[in-house]
């Protein structure tokens, strides 16, 4: 093994492949209606079958769930609803022991208000916690700025015991951590050596580069409040603050590292990621789960040129110290099929191979959020009380309570953005409430899995599933898949996306026809590899994917 291909340093986590667990949607083991780990644990098999190198798991943590965990009470202990420390460590052990990597959500931008760091933080304005958080008096003009909620609504929380105000980016449960205390950081450090200490293997970063604020909190410019993410990403500390972890935690540690960089811009993204600068290792960058949102944020159509430009861009802004992601879903968009392929009966199969080709063949990290291999679609909503995400709820209350929306739009937009899609029970029998529970499931199961679950994927040679497993297996047969150079062939052509992966010793060819037509292009050849079509004929039929070496 030589140490760079084509000029890339060679890592474990460049050639890796992760897949995403949502833990209170992906198995109940004991009837409650809630995923657990005792659930992922006895589907470990399932996973090691999909041939994934390392598990990205969503908080797991002590949290009164304002937002699924995201709200996080108690760094060092597990959610009662998803077991204990020791199963945590039993699925750590068993993930090894099929050389399956774990790594965990960090999330500590912002804790719960029912932390007990908040607890004191809140009791008295000499509380030695005070400074753990970003307090405001109250002088009398409202909020101390015009900051917004990522979530809705003002980002400042009147606080009855000292009459003071806290800040709060995301929900009024998620009060944002004073990341200019050092004692902050040093209880950041602390807990992630006490997992690192566990044998986890690395950390995704939760909104990472909203953990520097800008001095003296200036207000946003009416320019800025349609997309705060970018001036909440671009405090003058993050860089610091990322060396001083690096340093201080992650270093004696083998570990992977990729932060969330919500409102972290294609220029910045080198800063965050370039090897020689010791941040992070990996960013989800937003670009193309964007490709569908206005300047407000609302859902707009998006068109096949734009999306491909995104790759290219990128690829050209990152030399060969920085290193991509390639993601098309998380717990936080809707389903890849019915977002980027077809969801219709008659392509939902082949369009969701053709994706499958895609992340799997970008250049980059490729991270598969949980369902997607089994082609899981966005869940019919037709009524908000179907609805479980507070940012939903927020919504509502601001655009159909005020008046400015009618019910009818508003629910018919959720259909394209709800995080809800993803967050629907896995699929995994035909059985009643898809396998995933034996009680009630704490959010519907999408009544679609009868014919789309996990039963029937893996008894099926041809289904959904073996394809993704088939393409990760070709990743780690062709190095030009990894680590080769990227060119679109195709990119103004409104149908096709073809590309080459290119290394000293290969060529691969990638032809992706996004649309349920049959196109011709003029496109080298060579041998045929693999696609989600059994036979070659010269034209691309309907969402058909190939893979050619040259
Ligand atoms: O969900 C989003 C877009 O689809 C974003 O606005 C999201 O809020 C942003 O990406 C930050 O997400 C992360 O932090 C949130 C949490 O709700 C998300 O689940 C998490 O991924 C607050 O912790
Ligand atoms: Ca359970």
């Given at each position: 093994m030589t140490d760079t291909l084509n000029g890339y340093t060679r890592r474990w986590w460049k050639e890796a492949v992760v897949y995403q667990i949502y833990p209170r949607s992906f198995?109940?083991?004991?009837?409650?209606g809630i995923g657990d780990l005792r659930g992922i644990l006895a589907q470990v098999p399932y996973i090691k079958g999909l041939g994934v190198d390392v598990v990205w798991l969503s908080p797991h943590f002590?949290?009164?769930?304002?937002?699924n965990g995201y709200d996080?009470?108690?760094?060092?202990?597990?959610m009662a609803e998803f077991g204990t420390m020791s199963d945590f460590d039993d699925l750590l052990g068993a993930l090894h022991a099929e050389g399956i990597r774990l790594i965990i959500d960090l999330v500590v931008n912002h804790s719960s208000d029912e932390h007990v760091w908040f607890a004191e933080s809140r009791k008295?304005?000499?509380?030695?916690?005070?400074?753990y958080y970003i307090w405001r008096p109250d002088?009398?003009?409202?909020?101390?700025?015009n900051f917004t909620s990522i979530f809705t609504g003002s980002a400042w929380q009147k606080d009855a015991a000292t009459g003071d105000y806290y800040l709060h980016l995301?929900?009024?449960k998620q009060p944002d951590l004073n990341w200019d205390n050092p004692a902050v950081r040093h209880e950041v450090h602390d807990l992630m050596r006490f997992w690192l200490d566990k044998g986890v293997d690395g950390f995704r970063m939760?909104?990472?580069?909203?953990?520097s604020k800008r001095p003296g909190l200036p207000d946003l410019t009416e320019a800025q409040r349609a997309k705060p993410q970018f001036v909440y990403s671009d405090g003058p500390k993050v860089h610091d603050y990322l060396q001083e972890m690096r340093r201080e935690a992650l270093k004696p540690y083998d570990t992977m590292t990729v932060g969330e960089?919500?409102?972290?811009t294609l220029d910045q993204t080198p800063l965050f990621?370039?090897?020689?600068?010791?941040?992070?290792?990996?960013i989800f960058q937003f670009d193309v789960v964007e490709i569908?949102?206005?300047?407000?944020g609302r859902w707009t159509p998006w068109r096949l040129a734009d999306f491909k430009a995104i790759f290219s861009r990128h690829d050209a802004a990152l030399d060969a110290h920085c290193w991509p992601t390639v993601f098309f879903?998380?717990?936080?968009?809707?389903r890849i099929v019915s977002r980027y392929g077809d969801d219709r009966p008659q392509w939902r199969e082949r369009s969701a191979k053709l994706m499958a080709t895609l992340l799997l063949t970008l250049k980059g990290t490729p991270f598969i959020y949980q369902g997607d291999e089994l082609g899981m679609t966005n869940y019919p909503f037709t009524?908000?009380?179907q609805f479980d995400d507070l940012w939903v709820k927020g919504q509502w209350r601001e655009q159909v309570d005020s008046g400015q929306v009618s019910a009818a739009d508003f629910i018919q937009s959720q259909m394209k953005i709800s995080r809800d899609h993803a967050r629907t029970?896995?699929?995994?029998?035909?059985?009643?409430?898809g396998g995933f529970?034996?009680?009630?499931?704490w959010l519907m199961v999408n009544p679609n899995t009868d014919e789309i679950n996990a039963a029937r994927a893996v008894a099926d040679p041809s289904s959904i599933y073996h394809y993704y497993a088939a393409l990760i297996a070709l990743r780690r047969k062709h190095p030009a898949l990894v680590y080769g150079s990227y060119q679109d062939?195709?990119?103004?052509?409104?149908q096709v996306f073809a590309y080459t992966r290119t290394t000293d010793d290969e060529t691969m060819l990638i032809a992706l026809n996004f649309s349920d037509e049959d196109v011709t292009v003029d496109l080298p050849r060579g041998t045929?590899?693999?696609?989600?079509?059994s036979d070659e004929v010269p034209a691309l039929r309907g969402w058909e994917a190939r893979v050619y070496k040259l």
């Amino acid at each position: 093994m030589t140490d760079t291909l084509n000029g890339y340093t060679r890592r474990w986590w460049k050639e890796a492949v992760v897949y995403q667990i949502y833990p209170r949607s992906f198995r109940d083991s004991n009837g409650d209606g809630i995923g657990d780990l005792r659930g992922i644990l006895a589907q470990v098999p399932y996973i090691k079958g999909l041939g994934v190198d390392v598990v990205w798991l969503s908080p797991h943590f002590d949290s009164p769930n304002a937002d699924n965990g995201y709200d996080i009470r108690d760094y060092r202990k597990v959610m009662a609803e998803f077991g204990t420390m020791s199963d945590f460590d039993d699925l750590l052990g068993a993930l090894h022991a099929e050389g399956i990597r774990l790594i965990i959500d960090l999330v500590v931008n912002h804790s719960s208000d029912e932390h007990v760091w908040f607890a004191e933080s809140r009791k008295s304005r000499d509380n030695p916690y005070r400074d753990y958080y970003i307090w405001r008096p109250d002088t009398g003009n409202g909020s101390p700025n015009n900051f917004t909620s990522i979530f809705t609504g003002s980002a400042w929380q009147k606080d009855a015991a000292t009459g003071d105000y806290y800040l709060h980016l995301f929900a009024v449960k998620q009060p944002d951590l004073n990341w200019d205390n050092p004692a902050v950081r040093h209880e950041v450090h602390d807990l992630m050596r006490f997992w690192l200490d566990k044998g986890v293997d690395g950390f995704r970063m939760d909104v990472i580069p909203f953990i520097s604020k800008r001095p003296g909190l200036p207000d946003l410019t009416e320019a800025q409040r349609a997309k705060p993410q970018f001036v909440y990403s671009d405090g003058p500390k993050v860089h610091d603050y990322l060396q001083e972890m690096r340093r201080e935690a992650l270093k004696p540690y083998d570990t992977m590292t990729v932060g969330e960089a919500f409102g972290v811009t294609l220029d910045q993204t080198p800063l965050f990621v370039d090897d020689r600068r010791g941040e992070l290792d990996m960013i989800f960058q937003f670009d193309v789960v964007e490709i569908d949102r206005d300047a407000n944020g609302r859902w707009t159509p998006w068109r096949l040129a734009d999306f491909k430009a995104i790759f290219s861009r990128h690829d050209a802004a990152l030399d060969a110290h920085c290193w991509p992601t390639v993601f098309f879903s998380n717990h936080d968009n809707p389903r890849i099929v019915s977002r980027y392929g077809d969801d219709r009966p008659q392509w939902r199969e082949r369009s969701a191979k053709l994706m499958a080709t895609l992340l799997l063949t970008l250049k980059g990290t490729p991270f598969i959020y949980q369902g997607d291999e089994l082609g899981m679609t966005n869940y019919p909503f037709t009524d908000i009380a179907q609805f479980d995400d507070l940012w939903v709820k927020g919504q509502w209350r601001e655009q159909v309570d005020s008046g400015q929306v009618s019910a009818a739009d508003f629910i018919q937009s959720q259909m394209k953005i709800s995080r809800d899609h993803a967050r629907t029970p896995m699929q995994w029998t035909a059985e009643p409430n898809g396998g995933f529970t034996t009680g009630k499931p704490w959010l519907m199961v999408n009544p679609n899995t009868d014919e789309i679950n996990a039963a029937r994927a893996v008894a099926d040679p041809s289904s959904i599933y073996h394809y993704y497993a088939a393409l990760i297996a070709l990743r780690r047969k062709h190095p030009a898949l990894v680590y080769g150079s990227y060119q679109d062939l195709l990119p103004d052509h409104a149908q096709v996306f073809a590309y080459t992966r290119t290394t000293d010793d290969e060529t691969m060819l990638i032809a992706l026809n996004f649309s349920d037509e049959d196109v011709t292009v003029d496109l080298p050849r060579g041998t045929w590899i693999t696609g989600n079509y059994s036979d070659e004929v010269p034209a691309l039929r309907g969402w058909e994917a190939r893979v050619y070496k040259l």
